[in-house]
């Protein structure tokens, strides 16, 4: 089992500063993969900068330009949210270049898997705007660019980080090219990500928002993951399966209320890959979004790859949640979203 990984020190040229989104968040997932040994079982795939046509796959080129003249001016603040540096932006092209060479390292049948480990993340930019820390929108550029080069009909979109992926549902809500599907904590940031979006004209029914719950931890995770996401995906039969790999949603996460343990990682993500295997030759792709607390970040990044690469010894050095929040019950929106969506 041949798995890739994108990395690249231009990542870290994004600065900035102080934030929770920061270079500290790439180093401490390589130097955790280092010192485990398990980078060397790992095959690296050089990134490059995505074209500005390339880009523009997703954003408008005003909005492509903004960008390069605030880094040129120095960086700056672009909302509440999202800072960036002079070197934002070229790091910025070589994050969306470095989910593009990792879908053509795993089209191409050079790994079998890859993922990127890239930032700054992506899932909340939107064609003409930076939100939540994300410039362009990395992933849904490159499945853009995967579908037009090799002349893909369906790609599959999963997005697990805790937040909405506001910016990839936009940019696939009226493309039935593309199946999106999300769990995210809701009612939480950006707001999107209701389950009666679902996606427009042709594209009726291929959004599919499972939005859950502050206080969700493993248990609930496959639930879903079992009920909603193996049968939806199962029957849009996907040609490639793209995934925007948040960890926010760990239990020691700050940023969010979920209770998700490494090891509910390795789970999710393996029936990620057990679909892959299944429907599409093990073609996978993940691009890093999310994922705020250092340590937890770094051994679920490993967990991530472990699986991918079919070890089956998962670490957890930091176990189950010690939040201590009750279960929420999700019977119910359960079964609200497999009416929307017509699933047994
Ligand atoms: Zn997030």
Redesign the pocket.
């Known amino acids: 089992m041949k798995a890739g990984f994108v990395y690249d020190p231009v990542y870290l040229k994004h600065d900035t500063g102080q934030h929770v989104e920061n270079a500290e968040r790439l180093k401490a997932i390589i130097s955790h993969l280092e010192q485990t040994r398990l980078k060397q079982q790992l095959t690296p795939i050089v990134p490059r900068a995505a074209s500005i046509e390339e880009i523009a796959l997703v954003h408008h080129k005003q909005y492509i330009s903004h960008i390069q003249d605030a880094a040129q001016r120095g960086g700056g603040w672009l909302d509440a949210d999202t800072v960036m540096s002079s070197g934002s932006y070229e790091a910025a092209l070589y994050a969306a270049g470095g989910v593009i060479k990792a879908a053509e390292a795993v089209m191409d049948g050079e790994v079998d898997s890859a993922f990127a480990l890239v930032r700054p993340p992506g899932h909340h930019a939107t064609s003409q705007r930076a939100m939540g820390f994300c410039l362009f929108n990395n992933l849904a550029i490159a499945a853009k660019y995967a579908l037009a080069k090799y002349g893909l009909d369906r790609a599959l979109i999963i997005d697990f980080?805790?937040?909405h992926g506001n910016g990839t549902q936009d940019a696939f809500y009226d493309n039935p090219q593309v199946l999106y599907v999300s769990t995210h904590e809701s009612p939480f940031y950006p707001g999107t990500g209701k389950i009666e979006e679902t996606g427009s004209g042709a594209a009726r029914g291929m959004t599919v928002n499972i939005p859950l719950p502050a206080g969700c931890g493993d248990a609930e995770y496959l639930r879903v993951f079992e009920q909603v996401v193996v049968p939806v995906v199962r029957r849009f039969n996907p040609q490639l399966i793209l995934v925007s790999a948040?960890y926010?949603l760990h239990w020691a996460d700050g940023?969010a209320l979920m209770q998700v343990s490494t090891t509910g990682f390795s789970q999710m993500v393996g029936i990620i890959k057990g679909l892959a295997d299944e429907l599409c030759s093990g073609r996978l792709v993940f691009s890093l979004?999310?994922g705020y607390n250092l340590t937890a970040l770094a051994v679920s990044v490993k967990a991530t790859f472990d699986v991918l690469l079919g070890n089956h010894d998962i670490e957890d050095p930091l176990g189950q949640s010690q939040r201590g929040f009750e279960a929420p019950s999700i019977g119910n929106l359960v079964r609200s979203i497999k009416e929307i969506h017509g699933l047994p």
Request: glycine letters at 24%; zero cysteines.
């Open positions: 980080d805790v937040h948040g926010d940023l979004e999310g």
